[in-house]
């Protein structure tokens, strides 16, 4: 067998028990089938299935017993026949004893490889094991289990085993559930896996459907100090899977040629602008990097001269509190640090250390250069995973930290410095917490639900689905998403059924309005010109507004003009491109501001001065700038009585333009008294 070749014999019980969940063994055996032809089409796969009315099989004629055991397909290289033989399972009459079928699993890759152990030989047990299985001829069924999985053992087998239990109230002898799982217990304790699932959710993801063969991202040394180096072996933890790559594909070969590759090789020219009959050869051809309205040319031993080549290694640069690591931080995969396997000393170093930096709360910054010749230094920081079963060594997970140019740093006002009148009372709160704790995927009375190590990623299972579909018909319709797969990606209609006067109660705590898009030309009234009331309900917009979302969505504001001011100082500061757009509109105001009040004739500006006042206003507080509007309002009052114009003091006054207070924005240091009282006509 070659190195990445996997031979696999399925397991599936099919008697009376299993029949409700038949249906979802067959998808999640058909998409194992799936996978393997695009990721490992030279893999071998043999289908046994236990509690059939029938018996077929090699054992059962040669030595017998094994009744209701049949094998549905012999070993051999994955193809579309396959997926038949999953899609169509039998259903079966019988009790399935997954002991027999176990033995008639190895039976089969015993003869069909022998006594060699190459290559990876793995068996998948698909039950409920709620059946009793028979007595041995000669001694317990203890003794044969331990029998058994010495047999894999020796012959470099392993299995995994997935318990289906959908169902939590059985007419089944809880005894001899209990002793089916004690044996599986025995089976999985060496060489297999074992996990019990309870949905078909969870059936979908516990399924290994692909076998990736794990690949060191490094080995080599730790280096703590000059005179301290642990040896480590670093793998992936998590790694996103993605989409099979797509190839071209050339159907001009003769349909004879079955060596045929079908490949296209794609080879470009570079010709001469001046002369286009000329084609440009390589070594007139030379990269370049633009640099304001120049573009500099480097050349690749140039290129090579300026690459960053650090050495390979990993070293300490420190330790931080925990508590000072972000979550938002993490960037990229996450990998795993485990001592070198077989090394005592470096097992010790890394156990001593993971669990020093647990009891402190401690993590570690470490620099990473993962191989020789890499052109960047990772940053990351080390996280202790203490281990909770005493065969498995302690280890750290890394995660690979941003620098300063990959934060992305955006002003948003915090909540908790908002007024009271603008945070949720206690009956929202109530709301809002029973809606969490209805929508609860972890409760501790039931079984979690959507477990990351469970929950199959559902754009890829119909991708999987499709590709089998087009492979038998290539004008097949995209198949509808399936309904297991709509529990990942959709809520679960029944839970909010039964909680409809959880949802009900709070959308009645909320006021929910539509905020209607408006077209560019569109504007709306405003009832109020006028700043603050007696009621301390705060300065209103004054004039005609337009909606700065929608205008916003329109244009990429720069600069203030004349004619919109006030929507395109909001459209301004609703920019996220820089956080630098913000202190740009407020000094573009206050300068037009200035500006009008310098114009002014006979007050024809006061009503326009007055609504870019408003807006300023307005958007400091929503800034949480609110020292930026009142050191503004005083030099703009004293800029007016040094020019004689009282009579705009009078109109701001008139319009109770005020201070930002206290009460209005927390950062505030202007009392509530000292707001409402501002002498416009008499500063200093």
């Given at each position: 067998m070659a190195r990445n070749k996997e031979s696999l014999v399925l397991l599936i019980e099919v008697g009376p028990s299993m029949h409700g969940v038949l249906p979802e063994v067959e998808k999640v055996c058909c998409l194992l089938a799936e996978k393997k032809l695009i990721y490992g089409k030279y893999d071998e796969v043999g289908v046994v299935a236990f509690g059939t009315a029938d018996t077929k099989n090699d054992l059962t004629v040669e030595v017998g017993g094994y009744e209701n055991v049949t094998v549905l397909r012999d070993i051999k290289v994955v193809d579309g026949a396959l997926v038949d033989v999953l899609h169509q399972l039998p259903r079966g009459s019988a009790c399935g004893d997954f002991l027999d079928a176990v033995v008639v699993g190895m039976d089969m890759m015993i003869k069909k490889y022998k006594e060699t152990n190459k290559g990876k030989k793995r068996l998948c047990l698909i039950t409920n094991a709620v059946t009793p299985t028979r007595l041995p001829y000669e001694g317990t069924k203890e003794d044969q289990v331990k029998t058994v999985a010495a047999q894999m053992m020796a012959h470099g087998m392993k299995m995994d085993c997935v318990v289906v239990r959908a169902q939590k109230d059985w007419d089944v002898d809880k005894k001899?559930?209990?002793?089916?799982?004690?044996?599986?217990?025995?089976?999985?304790?060496?060489?297999?896996?074992?996990?019990?699932?309870?949905?078909?959710?969870?059936?979908?993801?516990?399924?290994?459907?692909?076998?990736?063969?794990?690949?060191?991202?490094?080995?080599?040394?730790?280096?703590?100090?000059?005179?301290?180096?642990?040896?480590?072996?670093?793998?992936?933890?998590?790694?996103?899977?993605?989409?099979?790559?797509?190839?071209?594909?050339?159907?001009?070969?003769?349909?004879?040629?079955?060596?045929?590759?079908?490949?296209?090789?794609?080879?470009?020219?570079?010709?001469?602008?001046?002369?286009?009959?000329?084609?440009?050869?390589?070594?007139?051809?030379?990269?370049?990097?633009?640099?304001?309205?120049?573009?500099?040319?480097?050349?690749?031993?140039?290129?090579?001269?300026?690459?960053?080549?650090?050495?390979?290694?990993?070293?300490?640069?420190?330790?931080?509190?925990?508590?000072?690591?972000?979550?938002?931080?993490?960037?990229?995969?996450?990998?795993?640090?485990?001592?070198?396997?077989?090394?005592?000393?470096?097992?010790?170093?890394?156990?001593?250390?993971?669990?020093?930096?647990?009891?402190?709360?401690?993590?570690?910054?470490?620099?990473?250069?993962?191989?020789?010749?890499?052109?960047?230094?990772v940053i990351g920081v080390l996280t202790p995973n203490v281990s909770a079963n005493d065969n498995v060594p302690d280890s750290f997970y890394f995660n690979v930290l941003p620098f300063a140019e990959d934060v992305r740093e955006f002003q948003f006002p915090s909540f908790s410095n908002l007024p009271s009148s603008m945070q949720p009372n206690e009956q929202q709160q109530e709301a809002a917490d029973k809606l969490v704790q209805m929508l609860d995927l972890a409760p501790a009375d039931r079984e979690e639900v959507l477990p990351p190590d469970l929950t199959p990623n559902p754009a890829l299972e119909r991708f999987y689905r499709s590709l089998e579909l087009r492979s038998k018909d290539p004008s097949a319709n995209i198949p509808q998403i399936d309904e297991t797969l709509k529990r990942i990606t959709e809520p679960n209609p029944e839970l909010l059924h039964q909680n409809t006067a959880v949802i009900e109660e709070f959308c009645r705590s909320f006021e929910l309005k539509e905020n209607p898009k408006l077209k560019k030309s569109s504007r709306r009234i405003r009832e109020k010109p006028t700043g603050s009331s007696e009621e301390g309900e705060g300065v209103a917009a004054a004039g005609q507004a337009m909606d700065a979302a929608e205008y916003t969505s329109q244009v990429k504001v720069e600069q203030l003009g004349d004619s919109n001011t006030v929507q395109e100082f909001e459209a301004m500061m609703s920019r996220r491109d820089s956080p630098d757009w913000v202190r740009k509109a407020f000094q573009s105001m206050k300068d037009k501001i200035y500006s009008l009040v310098e114009d002014s004739v006979e007050g024809d500006t006061y009503q326009k001065i007055l609504e870019c006042l408003v807006a300023l206003r307005r958007g400091c507080i929503c800034k949480q700038e609110p020292e930026q509007f009142n050191d503004f309002l005083r030099h703009l009052n004293k800029f007016c009585h040094e020019r004689h114009l009282d009579s705009l003091s009078d109109f701001l006054a008139s319009n109770n333009v005020m201070l930002i207070s206290k009460s209005e924005e927390p950062e505030s240091n202007v009392p509530d008294t000292e707001a409402r009282v501002l002498p416009l006509k008499n500063e200093p």
């Open positions: 001899i559930v209990e002793e089916n799982d004690f044996l599986l217990g025995l089976l999985s304790h060496k060489s297999s896996s074992k996990v019990y699932v309870g949905n078909a959710t969870s059936l979908l993801g516990a399924l290994r459907t692909r076998n990736i063969t794990p690949v060191t991202t490094y080995r080599g040394e730790f280096e703590l100090s000059s005179i301290m180096k642990i040896k480590v072996w670093v793998y992936k933890k998590t790694c996103e899977e993605k989409f099979p790559t797509l190839k071209k594909y050339s159907d001009k070969a003769p349909p004879t040629d079955k060596f045929a590759s079908h490949e296209i090789k794609v080879d470009y020219e570079y010709r001469s602008i001046g002369d286009p009959n000329r084609v440009v050869p390589p070594e007139q051809r030379i990269k370049g990097y633009r640099y304001g309205p120049q573009v500099v040319p480097i050349s690749s031993a140039e290129w090579e001269a300026v690459k960053f080549k650090p050495e390979k290694g990993l070293k300490l640069l420190g330790f931080t509190d925990a508590s000072n690591i972000m979550r938002h931080y993490y960037m990229k995969d996450v990998n795993l640090f485990i001592a070198e396997p077989g090394n005592t000393k470096a097992i010790l170093a890394i156990s001593a250390l993971a669990r020093a930096m647990k009891e402190m709360n401690k993590v570690a910054i470490v620099r990473c250069v993962w191989r020789q010749g890499q052109t960047n230094v």
